[in-house]
């Protein structure tokens, strides 16, 4: 038999992909990996449910704290929130699945490697440029893109087959991650129609404020209130705390990789926490050219990370100079919970470049005199004063 890897999640697409290819004559193993948001059961439920569509092995990749130390550290160092809204949350988990998915297939000698992205979605270019540039050999198959397949023509083929799972019931598409959870469903393909509350994943629970303190070692997220722990499972624990306020809520709107607009929901709540807490920390400890810098190169790096283009080298070197600016990114941020929405309420850090015994703004100075004020502005205006003289 053809051995053939497939990319599962256990969803509608990859559930046909599994059946068709199986019935087509291919030896298919499935894999999933695990880049957050998933309890033990639910991966259990997924392997039970991969075996019921016809594979021959399943495994689970955990792939948590791969895909904190490749690539959230660095949208966190560089605050990345696409169009100033979104946190590339499925975005880069797909490249760390794309890569540990092949990596795979490779270990076991695949021929073939598939995956159930449509024709229309962003997720077929990711996938489709890491599995060619790391495994050129291996042929890649997508039966919903090749097949044009509409969602009921997926599930009438698995009902024809004896595999239902009420899949009519799945009115939203959900992908939880460690970086937040996306949510489409029939609004996002409007323009104007805002998805119901009870589609996010989280709900509100508490009333009241609370307040937390996010603690930065050197632009990593080490601690919430005192209790440290690897960057991951700190993450884990705030969005935790967050969900309960039903913070993180949002729809982004962005131009995809073929070219298109496309909405779609999401719930981030340490994310979006984590990147302000963090931007605050950097506003008092980093210099305004590396801030000015930091900006444009991090607007790159998520751009090109969207795109699929991870293994591009360049992405290395940007990394490298978001790795440096952070070396005095550390400290506390305080940080207040609220229904629906938070608060940064300030910062403590000794590398707080606010410090008082070089003046105060709009108060006191206390670093020059008032004479070496006035010839400062005199010179620092020089070129304007000159450009107007000659020109008017």
């Known amino acids: 038999m053809k051995k053939l890897v497939i990319a599962y999640s256990g969803g509608l697409d990859t559930s046909y992909c599994a059946v068709s290819l199986s019935k087509a004559g291919y030896d298919v193993h499935a894999v999933s990996v695990n880049t957050g948001g998933f309890t033990n059961e639910e991966i259990k439920t997924i392997e039970a449910n991969a075996y019921k569509m016809g594979v021959s092995t399943y495994k689970n990749i955990d792939a948590v704290a791969t895909f904190y130390n490749k690539v959230v550290k660095y949208l966190i160092f560089g605050n990345v929130l696409k169009n100033n809204t979104y946190p590339l949350s499925v975005s880069a988990e797909r490249i760390i699945q794309a890569i540990e998915i092949i990596e795979y297939a490779k270990s076991i000698d695949a021929e073939y490697i ?28 997508t039966p919903i893109r090749d097949g044009k397949l509409t969602r009921q023509e997926e ?69 919430v209130n005192g209790v440290k722990n690897d960057s991951d499972k700190v993450i884990e624990t705030l969005n935790t705390l967050a969900a309960a306020y039903a913070i993180g809520r949002d729809i982004h709107v962005g131009d995809t990789i073929v070219g298109i607009k496309g909405r779609v929901g999401f719930e981030a709540a340490a994310a ?7 931007h605050l920390l950097e506003k008092h400890t980093l210099t305004k050219w590396q801030l000015q810098h930091k900006e444009y190169l991090a607007s790159f790096y998520g751009m090109h990370l969207h795109e699929g283009q991870y293994l591009d080298p360049v992405m290395r070197d940007m990394e490298a100079f978001l790795q440096s600016s952070q070396d005095k990114v550390s400290g506390d941020v305080i940080v207040t919970l ?54 008017s």
Do not use: C
């Not at 979006?272 to 963090?278: Q, Y």
């Open 272 to 278: 979006l926490i984590t990147i302000k807490a963090h």
């Open 114 to 141: 598939a995956h159930g992205s449509t024709g229309a979605g962003n997720d077929q270019v990711r996938f489709d440029m890491i599995f060619q540039t790391l495994a050129p050999g291996i042929k890649i198959i």
């Open 338 to 391: 609220k229904p629906y929405h938070f608060s940064l309420d300030g910062i403590s850090s000794k590398h707080d470049l606010m410090s008082a015994k070089f003046g105060s703004y709009g108060e006191e100075n206390k670093g020059w005199t008032a004479d070496e004020a006035k010839g400062f502005i005199k010179i620092v205006g020089n070129q304007n004063k000159i450009y107007q003289q000659v020109n």
């Open 155 to 223: 599930i009438d083929y698995l009902k024809e087959n004896n595999v239902d799972m009420s899949w009519e019931k799945a009115k939203y598409s959900v992908n939880k991650g460690l970086w937040g959870t996306s949510v489409g469903g029939s609004e996002t393909l409007t323009s104007g129609k805002p998805l119901p509350g009870a589609a996010y994943p989280s709900q509100l629970e508490k009333d009241g404020e609370e307040k937390v303190v996010l603690t930065f070692e050197k632009g990593e997220l080490v601690a």
